[in-house]
T-cell receptor, first 115, second 111 residues
Framework: KAGVTQTPRYLIKTRGQQVTLSCSPI?????VSWYQQTPGQGLQFLFE???????NKGNFPGRFSGRQFSNSRSEMNVSTLELGDSALYLC??????????????FGEGSRLTVL | DAKTTQPTSMDCAEGRAANLPCNHS???????VYWYRQIHSQGPQYIIH???NNETNEMASLIITEDRKSSTLILPHATLRDTAVYYC????????????FGGGTRVLVKP
């Protein structure tokens, strides 16, 4: 069974640009969550999608947005990039939401560098 | 979600058991204890979770104190591949898939 696939793995942008990251969950998984990891703030929850609906959102500005498609694939977008948006963006999938298993399957991440 | 406290780092000898403590003194009755680890340059990996009882799987054992204010993750026979940052997380099941990660414990397994 293929794992969580994130693309692109690495990218470089300049301040003010926007970026779109993609995540393909494990087949059959309907929940996709996004996390940001930086050296200073650690791992922080961005948002969660289930059945194309945002179910939960972290404390990030509106420049960070996401969506989920009918095939459960998800994208996240960051507009008007700032230097502080440089981070590893991780996607995680799960068969469902509000489950007490709490087992998320993470991808290897997309490393974004903003110059 | 309740806050957790873990040592910043610890070393462990290869082949020996690694005992990773976690304090969660403000845990609520409906909050589970989860452990994840993150090997360098990879996404976090789920290890184990529990509510009240001790749990064991092929990767590790989780010991939760009777008052649930602390827990210990045990890696029975640490290998070099267990070198990673280990995160202890407490979470209510109704929180969906939102996990609140702390700083974790950086474990270095030495030969």
């Amino acid at each position: 069974k293929a794992g969580v696939t994130q693309t692109p793995r690495y990218l470089i942008k300049t301040r003010g640009q926007q970026v779109t990251l993609s995540c393909s969950p494990i087949s059959g998984h309907r929940s996709v969550s996004w996390y940001q990891q930086t050296p200073g703030q650690g791992l922080q929850f961005l948002f969660e999608y289930f059945s194309e609906t945002q179910r939960n959102k972290g404390n990030f500005p509106g420049r960070f947005s996401g969506r989920q498609f009918s095939n459960s694939r998800s994208e996240m977008n960051v507009s008007t990039l700032e230097l502080g948006d440089s981070a590893l963006y991780l996607c995680a999938s799960s068969p469902r939401t509000s489950t007490n298993t709490g087992e998320l399957f993470f991808g290897e991440g997309s490393r974004l560098t903003v110059l | 979600d309740a806050k957790t406290t873990q040592p910043t780092s610890m070393d462990c000898a290869e082949g020996r058991a690694a005992n990773l403590p976690c304090n969660h003194s403000t845990i609520s009755g409906n909050e589970y204890v989860y452990w994840y680890r993150q090997i360098h340059s990879q996404g976090p990996q789920y290890i184990i979770h529990g509510l009240k009882n001790n749990e064991t799987n092929e990767m590790a054992s989780l010991i939760i104190t009777e008052d649930r204010k602390s827990s210990t993750l045990i890696l029975p026979h640490a290998t070099l591949r267990d070198t990673a940052v280990y995160y202890c997380i407490v979470r209510v099941s109704a929180a969906g898939n939102k996990l609140t990660f702390g700083g974790g414990t950086r474990v270095l397994v030495k030969p």
